[in-house]
């Protein structure tokens, strides 16, 4: 056979497996016909959760659509998405006023902000207007205790039919996966900041 038949055969082959491919997503589309306000939970010990939250924040924000963000780990730096979200009209961002755990070293002080900062995150979560809630490293107030699960489960479970909500954070318990529409789990493959390479600005905060 020569090369000119071969690439013949080969292009057609491409087009009826495309043609196949093609067939199959248009079932899928035409299949998916539901619309409801989504529970997405980011997790995993790997980079790339809050980012991720974030850039659906930037979208919903893109598309008009009005935004909370409850951030429930204050970092060391000035994150970027904060500068930029903090004083937009569509966004109303709250921030836990204490550092990380390691760092307060007092639990009753790390639960009273916990709580105070969840009863921002309520207020979103009861809220018809707000389109889409962001709840940022979450799971960490669920593992250490700070947040009690059943008042959690029950403010996702019983906001608006149409919010959408974004929860991220290591070790996303079950009982959330359980809850939630999609969840996504980032590995960690590899991360500069074990080759002794600080944060850097724009790419980590
Ligand atoms: P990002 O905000 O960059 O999407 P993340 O939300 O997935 O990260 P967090 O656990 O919230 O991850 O950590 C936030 C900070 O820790 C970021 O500066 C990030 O680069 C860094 N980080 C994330 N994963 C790792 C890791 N596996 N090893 C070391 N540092 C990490
Ligand atoms: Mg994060």
């Known amino acids: 056979m020569s090369e000119q038949d071969s690439d013949t055969e080969r292009n057609a ?3 009826r497996a495309m043609q ?4 199959h997503v248009d079932q899928r589309i035409a299949q998916a ?16 959760k809050s980012s991720s939250a974030f850039g659906m924040l930037a979208r919903s924000v893109g598309h008009g659509m009005r935004c909370g963000v409850v951030q429930f780990i204050k970092g060391q730096w000035e994150c970027g998405e904060q500068l930029l979200f903090n004083d ?17 070293q007092d639990r009753e002080k790390d639960i009273a902000a916990a709580e ?21 490293e979450l799971t960490y107030m669920l593992t250490y205790g ?8 029950q403010a996702l479970e019983s906001r ?17 996966t359980g809850l939630a529409d999609t969840v996504s789990e980032v590995r960690d493959i ?12 724009g790419i980590d905060y």
């Not at 149409?162 to 009982?175: F, K």
């Open 190 to 201: 590899k991360h500069a900041f074990n080759s002794g390479i600080r944060v850097q600005k």
């Open 33 to 48: 016909t539901i619309d409801k306000g989504l529970l997405v939970v980011l997790t995993g010990n790997g980079k790339g």
């Open 13 to 15: 082959r491409h087009k």
């Open 160 to 176: 608006p039919a149409d919010q959408h909500v974004i929860i991220t954070g290591r070790n996303a318990s079950d009982r959330l």
């Open 146 to 153: 700070y947040l009690d699960s059943d008042r959690v489960c």
């Open 88 to 104: 937009h009209p569509l966004v109303e961002f709250h921030v836990m006023n204490t550092g990380f755990t390691w760092e307060t």
């Open 116 to 136: 105070a900062t969840w009863h921002q995150a309520e207020k979103l979560l009861a809220d018809p207007d707000c389109q889409v809630v962001l709840l940022d």
């Open 20 to 23: 196949r491919k093609k067939a």
